[in-house]
């Protein structure tokens, strides 16, 4: 059976497919391969040439080999090939061309996709000794170090896609070549000042001015996969190492880093933030009635209700996205949706992740749910699982939605991300809103999200993410830029009542979505199912639960372990059990969330964990059950900071306070794509998540509203009124306590719980613009190129009017104290025309806090008004190095501004290291790091620098020549 592979490959598969049935058709099949191949390959030895001749040729043959397996690898036949005939033969053709294999190799470009076609050859070793060279020409095919080299990557290789792929060669529709042996990068370049970009066209064309001729030439698919136009100045590629090489010598090239990957963060809650239909800001803002929100995920499921267009006009004209959704999926509410290549190469594991989906559906449910959270319409009857039950809605109900699908899985490319932020901003959207980030927080000028955002806060737009789920721990949170509303997690006053009854009459209410009505109340056996003294049994971990009797049981399992809640239940059900109870481990403490358990089950405090387990130990025959409440509002405790959500400080810029802001993320019940299990209702799915990727795009939402109710505001403004105006006090009058049932401290809550009717008539706000954000950056040390890199544009910040992190007009305040420190802030009126604002401090224990005037008159609309605050030790202080909190508050006979406050002592110490040279103007490189000593040789100038250590008040060094800078940056390190 003939195949589209080429004539040798092809009579290859002939000589595979039909070796059992048509012995001796394959056989002449075989004999002709070898006879066209063996002229092939010794095609260039008819006549002596030049040495770089031969070294093309030699290219040429192997190029020859590759395409073969190219055209094959797309027919996805060479998967399944499992005859030696096609390693010998390669082996044959390799061999002809290995006398000239050590010098090919240094010139970078032989095709390594042709080591990995060797390498899916599962018995390549065996191969290659069955071939039938005579044994001198084995030994000097060995004795050449390449061939050596080749066949040790061989027989690597080979055993790993034995033992981890199993199948061969898997599909893909990538470059062979550029797959193997590349990587994407994030390029950026600057701008030609003797050119003029007018269109999109000229820009594209002077970042393909950057890429190697080889590759513009070849034709292979295209490696650049993105130009970016709004976002940022340059574009994202696949480039082999050699390639990146040359393209760092190009002129106007200024850096490349290797793409990270973004992983996301993973209804009652707009009547608990208090919003109504009939009065307040739903009704003030027409319910975000012409604003649009992007929604930067995992896409959307377009038929769900929740993204129903009845009583939505038409888009705004300054809407220019596309839908990319088939028929009538988009609609006045789903105005666009678009896809992006979702696709990353995983060139070390020789794997592709992230099949790019069938255009923006959503496939995982993530991004459906965070879209409907920010602007969802009003539905009736939802519910999970029976429970929740009332009209949905998202904060912003009327508002548009513009999804760019940028995630699959938990995997969010940093390449992919760039493009659908350039996107959104050249598309006319209002609002962005991000429930995503990385693991851990890099400096702001390599920070995709914060460079995309930066770039949107210019055009105007509003951009919300979340904090991440790394909580309870310090200094955890990404998403810190003072551009970005950095959203932490907090509770709502719902819960899902699942109470675990123990036979000694104690319970301790827990939680659970699942409330089956048919469990009967009866006591019965309870078993830890950590018994056995192994941890896995105790963490009811896949497979553990095999040394005990749990049939009929109620099964104690312990949380964490990195296994998931609803799979600790399953392994319960399917070693017998008949229930569980799920304790928390003691970093989440009194944090509880709502599941879909596959059986009865309750989740429970630590606190209760323990008295559970003291009971078990205490008798011989230990009984439990579980009493099933159902829904129940109004918990006192609420709202609460959610045990995951992210911490401070800030560690790329201390001096600035966050998380911003915290809004409900435990259990938010909203769209969801599929139906669950036990579901009743498959036309009208709803779930429950928990994250700060729900908290975030209840704050987009709110975001939303703001900007429809006063559209001249801008980015800054909305995110101060949203601060200044928050909660910072519970439904009993208590301040806001985290998972320990204690008060919060600030770097959990930043300014507090939103409160979205207050936010809307703020009284006062802080305003910034883009230019005090470059003035901030030059202030923390980054140099030249860096703050360009975040601006977009050329920036000297010897000519700009640098500032420390403290002097930025935030709604907040983030001290290192070691000697007295002032810093000022401007307040523009925005609430009633004559007013008058008289200050009150609550200072940090240990801290003088002193507000110069103590009083601010204002006769009219948007007129501003400046003041000092000085920070000073009161006494000894508090412990040095321990952070104290306080508030700083303007109060009116209306309003109340609220700015909240965060100290850290620090030792009085000023050293002077003389290291000679001229008195140049010096430029400041400031590692401020709470932690640890931190330096990046890139921050230091062309000329000399000022090194500010960290961990100490003020250690100045003048006139450093920057060779010297940079070796003591390094030793730093």
């Not at 050249?426 to 851990?440: F, K, P, R």
């Not at 994250?691 to 559209?711: E, R």
């Not at 001290?815 to 007013?835: C, P």
Request: hydrophobic share 35%; with cysteine; glycine share 8%.
């Amino acid at each position: 059976m003939p195949h589209e592979c080429g004539l040798t490959l092809g009579k290859l598969m002939c000589y595979e497919e039909e070796l059992a049935s048509q012995h001796n058709n394959t056989r002449r099949c075989h004999q002709t391969c070898m006879t066209q191949d063996s002229s092939v390959a010794t095609r260039t030895q008819r006549r002596p040439t030049p040495t770089s001749t031969r070294h093309k040729e030699s290219i040429r043959g192997l190029n020859r080999v590759v395409a073969y397996l190219r055209r094959c690898s797309a027919s996805h036949t060479l998967a399944h090939m499992k005859h030696q005939t096609l390693s010998i033969l390669m082996l044959r053709l390799v061999y002809h061309y290995t006398k000239e294999l050590s010098t090919i190799l240094h010139q970078s470009n032989i095709p390594v996709y042709l080591y990995l076609c060797l390498a899916y050859s599962r018995q390549a070793i065996d191969l290659w000794i069955q071939a039938n060279f005579s044994i001198k020409q084995k030994v000097k095919f060995l004795l050449n170090m390449d061939s050596f080299l080749f066949i040790a990557l061989t027989f690597v290789l080979s055993f790993h896609i034995y033992f981890t792929q199993g199948n061969g060669l898997p599909p893909t529709s990538q470059s062979s070549t550029a797959a193997s042996s590349s990587k994407t990068y994030i390029i950026h370049v600057k701008r030609p000042e003797d050119k003029t970009l007018a269109l999109s066209e000229d820009v594209e064309s002077w970042y393909l001015s950057f890429m190697p001729p080889t590759i513009m030439s070849s034709n292979e698919q295209p490696r650049m996969i993105y130009s970016y136009h709004n976002v940022m100045s340059g574009f994202a590629a696949r480039l082999t190492k050699e390639e990146l090489r040359a393209l760092e010598k190009k002129n106007g090239f200024i850096s490349a880093r290797p793409e990270k990957i973004l992983h996301r963060q993973t209804t009652h809650t707009p009547e608990f933030l208090g919003l109504q239909q009939q009065t307040g800001l739903w009704k003030e803002s027409n319910f975000g009635k012409g604003v649009i929100i992007g929604v930067l995920d995992s896409g959307i499921t377009p038929g769900h209700p929740s993204f129903n267009d009845a009583g939505i006009p038409p888009p705004p004209t300054k809407w220019k996205g596309r839908c990319e959704l088939n028929g009538t999926a988009c609609n006045n509410k789903l105005i666009g949706a678009r896809s992006f290549n979702v696709r990353s190469f995983n060139a070390a594991a020789m794997t592709v992740k992230g099949e790019k989906a069938e255009g923006p559906i959503d496939e995982d449910g993530h991004g459906t749910h965070t879209a409907s959270t920010a602007a969802g319409a009003f539905v009736d009857y939802a519910e999970v699982l029976g429970n929740a039950r009332g009209t949905a809605a998202g904060i912003a109900p009327y508002a548009h939605l513009a999804i760019y699908k940028v995630c699959s899985g938990d995997d969010c490319p940093e390449s992919d991300l760039l493009a659908a932020l350039d996107a959104a901003v050249e598309d006319g959207v209002d609002v962005i809103s991000m429930s995503l980030g990385l693991s851990e927080p890099p400096p702001f000028f390599k920070d995709t999200i914060a460079i995309g955002a930066f770039a949107a806060i210019q055009k105007g737009i509003f951009v919300s993410c979340s904090a991440g789920n790394s909580g309870p721990f310090d200094g955890s949170l990404v998403n810190g830029a003072p551009w970005i509303l950095t959203v932490g997690a907090s509770t709502t006053d719902r819960s899902i009542e699942a109470t675990a009854k123990l036979g000694n009459g104690q319970e301790f209410n827990g939680e659970s979505v699942s409330q089956p009505t048919d469990f009967p109340p009866t006591l019965l056996p309870l078993v830890y199912a950590g018994k056995n003294g192994k941890q896995e049994s105790a963490l009811c971990a896949n497979g553990s639960l095999n040394d005990i009797d749990f049939r009929g049981k109620v099964v104690l399992c312990e949380r964490g372990g990195g296994m998931g809640r609803i799979n600790k239940g399953k392994e319960v059900k399917r070693a017998g059990g008949a229930a569980m109870i799920l304790i928390n481990d003691e970093v989440s403490g009194f944090s509880l969330l709502a599941d879909a358990h596959v059986l009865p089950a309750s989740h429970v405090s630590y606190a209760a964990g323990l008295q559970i387990k003291a009971y078990i130990n205490s008798t011989a025959t230990p009984t439990a059950t579980i009493l099933f409440k159902g829904t129940i509002i109004g918990d006192s405790q609420s709202p609460a900071v959610a045990s995951f959500s992210s911490r401070g400080p800030n560690l790329p810029s201390p001096g600035i306070l966050k998380p911003d802001i915290i809004g409900p993320g435990v259990d938010i019940l909203a769209a969801w794509p599929f139906p669950l299990e036990n579901n009743t209702n498959s036309k009208l799915t709803f779930n429950l998540l928990s994250g700060t990727s729900m908290s975030c795009p209840h704050l987009s939402g709110v975001a939303a509203l703001l900007k429809s109710s006063h559209p001249h505001w801008s980015p800054a403004a909305i995110k101060s009124a949203i601060m200044t105006s928050a909660d910072v006090i519970n439904l009993e009058h208590r301040f806001i306590v985290d998972e320990t049932l204690h008060p919060a401290d600030i770097f959990a809550t930043g300014s507090g719980h939103v409160n979205p009717s207050r936010a809307n008539d703020p009284g006062l706000i802080y305003d910034i613009g883009p230019d005090d954000y470059i003035d901030y950056l030059c202030g923390l040390g980054y140099g030249d190129t860096d703050v360009g890199i975040i601006a977009h544009r050329t920036i000297k910040c010897s000519e700009t009017s640098s500032i420390p992190e403290g002097e930025l007009n935030y709604p907040s305040f983030s001290v290192v104290l070691g000697s007295t420190q002032t810093f000022t802030r401007t307040v523009t009126n925005v609430g009633d025309v004559y007013s008058s604002y008289v200050v009150m401090v609550t200072p940090p224990e240990g801290v003088d806090v002193e507000v110069q005037p103590n009083k601010l008159d204002f006769s009219e609309a948007n007129q501003k008004e400046t003041y000092s605050v000085t920070f000073s030790r009161a006494g000894s202080g508090n412990v040095t190095g321990e952070y104290a909190q306080g508030f700083l508050q303007w109060v009116s006979a209306k309003h109340t501004v609220k700015s909240p406050i965060s100290v850290k002592q620090q030792k009085k110490k000023t050293e002077r290291l003389q290291m000679g040279g001229p008195g140049q103007k010096l430029e400041a490189l400031r590692g401020r790091n709470t932690n640890s000593n931190r330096f990046d040789s890139s921050n230091i100038g062309d000329e000399a620098v000022i090194l500010v250590m960290p961990m100490e008040e003020s250690m100045v060094a003048e006139a450093i020549p920057v060779a010297v800078a940079r070796e003591m940056v390094m030793a730093a390190r």
